[in-house]
C-alpha cells in the first residue's frame, strides 16, 4: 500500500512537532530547576519558592519560603545563600534559615515574614496583583572550586484585597464602633538584643556597688559631722550640773576652733573641782592640758575624763 504526498506530508509534519514538543518540555524543565541545562553543577541543586497565603488582605503577613535541595556531594551545603528582595514589602525580622542533611541529600529551607502598610501597597477597589522580583540562590561547588555560581527562582504571584466592604460601610452608621478589629496573633513575638534579667541584674548590681563606694568614702565625714553636731549641740541633758557637762565635753571629739575654747574653760572648771576635792594630780593635769600652748588632743581630755570619773566612783563607793 502506497502512502500518499498529502499522508506522508502530515507524518513529517507529527514528527516535527513532537520533536518541537519534547525540546520544549526539556527546556522548561531545566528552568524549573532554577539553572540552564549547560550551566555546571545545575544538575545537582532544585529550588521552589512559594508564599503563604496567596490571597492577602491588606496589613496581613506574607510568608515568603524557598526550599531548596542539593546533591551534598557536588554542593557545600554551608555555601548556600539566598538574596531576596520584595520591592515595597518589608522584612518583620531577619530571614530564618534551616539546614539539614539526610544521606547525600541537603536541604535548605528559607523564610522570611513580609508585611506592607506604606500607601503604594493600597490594593485598590478590584484588588491588586503583586509580583516580586525573581530571588538568587548563590552555592559553591566543591572540589576546591571558589568559584561562586547562582540561580534564579520565580516567586509565585500575591493577589491583595482590601479589608472594607464598601456596601457594608455605605450602610453603616458612622457613629457606630468600627466594625474591624486588630489581629495580635499574625504579630512576631517580642525579641531583645540583650536579656531584660540579665540587664536587671547588671543595673542592680552597679547600683548597689555605687552606694557602697559612697558610704566608704562619705561615711568617715558622715561621722565626723555627727560628731561635730553633737559636740556643739552641748550635753545630752541640759539638767546636768556644769561639772558633769565641762566631763560630757572632755569625753567627746573636737576639732575646731569654738569647741577648743570650750574645751579649755571645761579643762578649768574641771580642774578647780578637783582642787575642791583634794586631788592634787589630777587637778595639775586638768590645769596643765587648759593652759597647754597646743589645743588639748581629744585623747588626753578623754583619759583624763575616764581618771576623774574613775576617782568619783571610788569616793561613791563604786567598784574603780
Given at each position: 500500500?502506497?502512502?500518499?504526498?498529502?499522508?506522508?506530508?502530515?507524518?513529517?509534519?507529527?514528527?516535527?512537532?513532537?520533536?518541537?514538543?519534547?525540546?520544549?518540555?526539556?527546556?522548561?524543565?531545566?528552568?524549573?530547576?532554577?539553572?540552564?541545562?549547560?550551566?555546571?553543577?545545575?544538575?545537582?541543586?532544585?529550588?521552589?519558592?512559594?508564599?503563604?497565603?496567596?490571597?492577602?488582605?491588606?496589613?496581613?503577613?506574607?510568608?515568603?519560603?524557598?526550599?531548596?535541595?542539593?546533591?551534598?556531594?557536588?554542593?557545600?551545603l554551608d555555601s548556600l545563600?539566598?538574596?531576596?528582595?520584595?520591592?515595597?514589602?518589608?522584612?518583620?525580622?531577619?530571614?530564618?534559615?534551616?539546614?539539614?542533611?539526610?544521606?547525600?541529600?541537603?536541604?535548605?529551607?528559607?523564610?522570611?515574614?513580609?508585611?506592607?502598610?506604606?500607601?503604594t501597597c493600597l490594593p485598590?477597589?478590584?484588588?491588586?496583583?503583586?509580583?516580586?522580583?525573581?530571588?538568587?540562590?548563590?552555592?559553591?561547588?566543591?572540589?576546591?572550586?571558589?568559584?561562586?555560581?547562582?540561580?534564579?527562582?520565580?516567586?509565585?504571584?500575591?493577589?491583595?484585597?482590601?479589608?472594607?466592604?464598601?456596601?457594608?460601610?455605605?450602610?453603616?452608621?458612622?457613629?457606630?464602633?468600627?466594625?474591624?478589629?486588630?489581629?495580635?496573633?499574625?504579630?512576631?513575638?517580642?525579641?531583645?538584643?540583650?536579656?531584660?534579667?540579665?540587664?536587671?541584674?547588671?543595673?542592680?548590681?552597679?547600683?548597689?556597688a555605687l552606694i557602697a563606694?559612697?558610704?566608704?568614702?562619705?561615711?568617715?565625714?558622715?561621722?565626723?559631722?555627727?560628731?561635730?553636731?553633737?559636740?556643739?549641740?552641748?550635753?545630752?541633758?541640759?539638767?546636768?550640773?556644769?561639772?558633769?557637762?565641762?566631763?560630757?565635753?572632755?569625753?567627746?571629739?573636737?576639732?575646731?576652733?569654738?569647741?577648743?575654747?570650750?574645751?579649755?574653760?571645761?579643762?578649768?572648771?574641771?580642774?578647780?573641782?578637783?582642787?575642791?576635792?583634794?586631788?592634787?594630780?589630777?587637778?595639775?593635769?586638768?590645769?596643765?592640758?587648759?593652759?597647754?600652748?597646743?589645743?588639748?588632743?581629744?585623747?588626753?581630755?578623754?583619759?583624763?575624763?575616764?581618771?576623774?570619773?574613775?576617782?568619783?566612783?571610788?569616793?561613791?563607793?563604786?567598784?574603780?
Amino acid at each position: 500500500m502506497k502512502l500518499s504526498d498529502r499522508q506522508l506530508l502530515a507524518g513529517v509534519g507529527l514528527l516535527a512537532l513532537a520533536i518541537v514538543v519534547t525540546v520544549a518540555t526539556l527546556l522548561v524543565a531545566a528552568i524549573g530547576r532554577g539553572g540552564s541545562p549547560s550551566e555546571p553543577g545545575a544538575e545537582a541543586i532544585r529550588v521552589n519558592a512559594d508564599l503563604s497565603p496567596h490571597t492577602q488582605l491588606f496589613g496581613d503577613m506574607v510568608t515568603a519560603r524557598i526550599a531548596i535541595a542539593i546533591d551534598a556531594d557536588r554542593i557545600a551545603l554551608d555555601s548556600l545563600r539566598v538574596d531576596g528582595r520584595f520591592g515595597a514589602y518589608q522584612k518583620i525580622a531577619s530571614p530564618t534559615v534551616r539546614r539539614s542533611q539526610a544521606g547525600g541529600i541537603g536541604y535548605v529551607v528559607w523564610t522570611a515574614r513580609l508585611s506592607c502598610l506604606d500607601a503604594t501597597c493600597l490594593p485598590g477597589k478590584a484588588g491588586k496583583r503583586v509580583r516580586f522580583p525573581t530571588a538568587r540562590v548563590s552555592y559553591s561547588l566543591k572540589g576546591g572550586s571558589d568559584t561562586a555560581r547562582s540561580v534564579t527562582v520565580a516567586w509565585p504571584a500575591l493577589l491583595a484585597y482590601s479589608r472594607l466592604d464598601r456596601t457594608q460601610l455605605a450602610a453603616l452608621d458612622p457613629r457606630d464602633e468600627p466594625p474591624w478589629r486588630p489581629e495580635f496573633t499574625a504579630l512576631p513575638a517580642v525579641s531583645y538584643r540583650a536579656s531584660p534579667p540579665l540587664l536587671a541584674f547588671l543595673f542592680y548590681g552597679l547600683g548597689a556597688a555605687l552606694i557602697a563606694a559612697s558610704l566608704v568614702l562619705l561615711g568617715p565625714l558622715v561621722l565626723r559631722e555627727v560628731r561635730r553636731a553633737v559636740a556643739r549641740s552641748g550635753p545630752p541633758s541640759l539638767r546636768l550640773p556644769p561639772y558633769e557637762q565641762a566631763l560630757w565635753l572632755l569625753e567627746n571629739d573636737v576639732e575646731d576652733g569654738e569647741d577648743v575654747e570650750a574645751r579649755r574653760k571645761a579643762l578649768e572648771l574641771v580642774a578647780v573641782e578637783l582642787g575642791q576635792r583634794g586631788e592634787r594630780d589630777l587637778e595639775l593635769s586638768a590645769r596643765r592640758l587648759a593652759w597647754s600652748p597646743e589645743p588639748p588632743a581629744s585623747e588626753d581630755t578623754r583619759a583624763l575624763a575616764q581618771n576623774v570619773r574613775r576617782v568619783n566612783g571610788r569616793r561613791n563607793g563604786q567598784p574603780g
